[in-house]
């Protein structure tokens, strides 16, 4: 049986690299959807500043129309002036005028900060712009990083799966059945060494008789707590 610990003890090597890189391949499409995230939120934010331009641009458009015919509407009125016949008629025409006229100067100003709010909505959305672009480049680079380390990732796991399956056949398979039970529930650690007395695992202190079959290496002694194989470390284990 400790020639079968040394062997399991191999494979759990091999085992904990292959947990974490199996982790860590799962773990990187996630970042790429973050940085995606990103690029779509900035997306959304210069739509909306797409909408609101047009908006402001539609708003100038319908005032400026409304300024032309109302001054069309003062010329067609001071053409008729003089038309009238009487100081009454006169003066009524001339209040109109310039009530028109008045209204315009406020239509006027409206477009005037029109204008402003659109020249600051077109910054706007050259600054969102800009932060798209920007965000697309790093979204770019994120993907490119991530194939490359993806990449890698697949080379190590298959040279370890070549690995383990080279030490596989050398564990008797009630052995391996039993740890590769444990290596499933315990997330890649099926076996820990003793730590002064305790479990490598959970460190929770284990009884004298378990502490002593360990070292006996007379057969698979597992933790009553976690459940995980033990095995004694010259370098953390004491006696």
């Known amino acids: 049986m400790a020639d079968q610990l040394d062997i399991l003890k191999r494979l759990q090597a091999l085992d904990s690299q292959l947990f974490r890189l199996r982790r860590e391949q799962e773990e990187k499409p996630r970042q790429l959807e973050q940085a995606a995230s990103a690029v779509a939120a900035q997306e959304a934010q210069l739509k ?79 600054r969102e712009q800009e932060r798209l672009a920007q965000q697309q480049e790093r979204l770019r680079l994120e993907r490119e990083r991530i194939e490359r380390e993806l990449a890698a990732v697949g080379e190590q796991l298959a040279q370890l799966e070549r690995s383990r399956e080279a030490l596989v056949p050398d564990i008797a398979p009630a052995a391996l059945a039993a740890y590769e039970r444990i290596l499933d529930i315990r997330d890649g650690l099926a076996m820990v060494p003793l730590v002064s007395e305790s479990c490598g695992g959970c460190h929770r202190r284990l009884p004298p008789q378990v502490i002593s079959q360990v070292y006996l290496k007379a057969d698979l002694v597992t933790c009553e707590t976690c459940n995980r194989i033990l095995y004694v470390d010259d370098a953390t284990a004491q006696r």
């Open 48 to 126: 909306a500043v797409e909408s609101r331009l047009k908006t402001l641009q539609l708003s100038q458009k319908e005032k400026e129309v409304e300024l032309q015919t109302r001054e069309g509407q003062v010329r067609k009125l001071q053409g008729q002036l003089f038309q009238v016949k009487t100081n009454k008629e006169y003066s009524a025409m001339q209040r109109e005028i310039e009530s028109l006229k008045a209204d315009n100067s406020l239509l006027e100003e409206a477009v005037l900060r029109l204008f402003d709010a659109i020249d600051q909505a077109a910054q706007e959305r050259r």
